[in-house]
């Protein structure tokens, strides 16, 4: 049985837990009884490297603060 991790957020404890790939996703019980701890996906690189990808050809096309387009009265200050 594959090993996964969940966070309750209301105690705010990162448990891990044995269970069957099929009830992975399922909300899980921590160890100080509550019920609705949610699965830390292992994917967590992968979603960081997708949001960081954004941010870096948001932040990469423009030099400017105001605008998004590169073309404002401020950019030429820049
Ligand atoms: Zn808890």
Redesign the pocket.
């Given at each position: 049985m594959p090993l996964y991790e969940y966070y309750?957020p209301?105690?705010e404890?990162r448990f891990e837990l044995l269970r069957p790939m099929s009830r992975s996703d399922d909300p899980a019980a921590?160890p100080?009884g509550?019920d609705r701890?949610q699965r830390v996906l292992s994917v967590f690189s992968a979603v960081s490297k997708g949001a960081g990808g954004e941010t870096a050809s948001i932040g990469g096309g423009s030099a400017c603060n105001t605008c998004t387009s590169s073309s404002c009265s401020t950019c030429s200050l820049v």
């Open positions: 309750c209301r105690c404890t921590c100080n509550h701890a």
